[in-house]
C-alpha cells in the first residue's frame, strides 16, 4: 500500500515536468502549429484559402475519410480506410510512406511535439 502511494506521488510530482512544454491541444499549441504549417506545408496544401495546389485542401481535414477531399489522390490513399483523426493524423504524419506505400504525400514530421502542434493547428480549421 505504501509503495502505491509513493508511486502515485512521483507520478503527480513528474506530471508538471512531462507536459510543462504543451498541453494537448491547448492555444498555444495551434498557434506554433500554425508556424510550422506555413513553413512545412503550406508550399502543397491550402487551409482556409491560403496555401498551394499540389496537395489536397486541408480545410476541416480533421474527422473527414482519407481522400476524400476533391483531389486526385494516389491509389495507395485511397486504399487508406481511416477518417483523420488526431491519432490517424499522427501515425500519417510520422511515416506517410509506411502508411500508404506509393502515396505522392512527401513529408514527414519526425519531432512529436510539432506532430500535435500541426494536428491542433488543423484541428481548429473547421471553417
Ligand atoms: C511537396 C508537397 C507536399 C508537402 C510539402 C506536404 N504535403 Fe501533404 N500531401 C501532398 C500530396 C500530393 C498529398 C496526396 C497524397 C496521395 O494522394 O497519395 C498529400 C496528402 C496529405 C494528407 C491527406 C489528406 C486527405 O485529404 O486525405 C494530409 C493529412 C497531409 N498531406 C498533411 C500534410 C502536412 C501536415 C504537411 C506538412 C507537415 C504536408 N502534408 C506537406 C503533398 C504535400
Known amino acids: 500500500m505504501l509503495a502505491v502511494a509513493m508511486l502515485t506521488v512521483v507520478l503527480v510530482a513528474g506530471l508538471p515536468g512531462l507536459h510543462a512544454a504543451a498541453p494537448a491541444d491547448s492555444p498555444g499549441d495551434a ?17 482556409a484559402g491560403r496555401g498551394g495546389k ?26 487508406l480506410a ?15 510512406a509506411k502508411v500508404a506505400p506509393g502515396t505522392m504525400m512527401p513529408v514527414l ?4 511535439d510539432d506532430r500535435k ?3 491542433a493547428y488543423l ?5
Open 109 to 112: 514530421v519526425a519531432n512529436p
Open 123 to 127: 484541428s481548429a480549421q473547421q471553417r
Open 82 to 96: 481511416w477518417k483523420w483523426t488526431p491519432a490517424n493524423l499522427d501515425t500519417f504524419l510520422k511515416s506517410p
Open 31 to 47: 498557434a506554433r502549429g500554425a508556424t510550422l504549417f506555413s513553413q512545412r506545408c503550406a508550399i502543397c496544401h491550402t487551409v
Open 117 to 119: 502542434a500541426i494536428i
Open 54 to 79: 499540389i496537395g489536397p485542401d486541408l480545410t476541416r481535414v480533421a474527422g473527414r475519410a482519407a481522400a476524400s477531399g476533391g483531389f486526385a489522390y494516389s491509389s495507395a490513399l485511397k486504399k
